[in-house]
């Protein structure tokens, strides 16, 4: 028996997480990136936000939700009395598709064992999906966003809701009010759940 070999059930660790994931080329979108958007906030939050992929600004900047949508997604946290350094947020997708193009299926399929580790060190009790794509991954493939947002959804065992994306927002304010009462519906969830 070799002593120092790593044990292969030995639980994942953030520091091992970044290592494996930086300079990740799986898929083509690592061709065309200025940064892996890893992910930012709380490694312990009790509530995770999951969006698509990176935009332009998140592609510069090294981080999620950094453009207008981000500010957005700040506001939006305000309103039920959060910010990001109390929640987790990361991507489907690590790197920026070009022209903002919905990450493909198997861009998406190559990079998710990444943010699926995020979600289980983070092991929040509840998962936020930004827009379909995200609702799509981890809920149903057949998730339909104009119907099934502010729903509750069990997925492995947490807490899951879906709701408009930030940018879908800014395209089309006449969804905020359903996302108003999406947001409030999470909050009563937070608050009884006593997370
Ligand atoms: N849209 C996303 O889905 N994620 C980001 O990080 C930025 C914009």
């Given amino acids: ?17 970044r290592a494996d994931c930086a300079g990740c080329g ?25 969006g698509e992929g990176p935009g332009e600004q998140e592609d510069l900047q090294g981080d999620p939700f950094v453009g207008p949508a981000g500010k957005l997604l700040d506001t ?19 790197c ?4 903002n193009r919905d990450p493909l299926p198997d861009e998406q399929a190559a990079c998710i064992g990444w943010l699926d580790r995020q979600i289980a060190l983070v092991d ?5 999906f ?15 966003i104009t119907k099934e947002h502010g729903q509750w959804f069990d997925v492995e065992g947490r807490r899951a809701i879906a709701m408009y994306h930030p940018s879908a927002l800014l395209r089309d304010p006449s ?14 969830e937070i608050k009884s759940l006593n997370v």
């Fill in 26 to 50: 799986r898929c083509e979108l690592a061709r065309t990136r200025h940064h892996l958007v890893f992910g930012v906030g709380s490694e312990t939050a009790d509530v995770m936000f999951i």
């Fill in 1 to 17: 028996m070799d002593l120092f070999k790593e044990n292969p059930n030995t639980a994942d660790t953030w520091e091992r997480l």
């Fill in 124 to 128: 929040p009790a509840i998962l936020v």
């Fill in 76 to 94: 939006m946290l305000a309103i039920i009395g959060l910010d990001r350094s109390q929640v987790y947020i990361a991507n489907i997708v690590k």
């Fill in 175 to 188: 969804k905020r009010p359903e996302t108003f009462v999406d947001l409030k519906t999470l909050q009563r």
């Fill in 130 to 144: 930004l827009g379909r794509i995200a609702a799509m991954a981890y809920i149903r493939p057949d998730f339909r």
């Fill in 96 to 99: 920026r598709p070009p022209r």
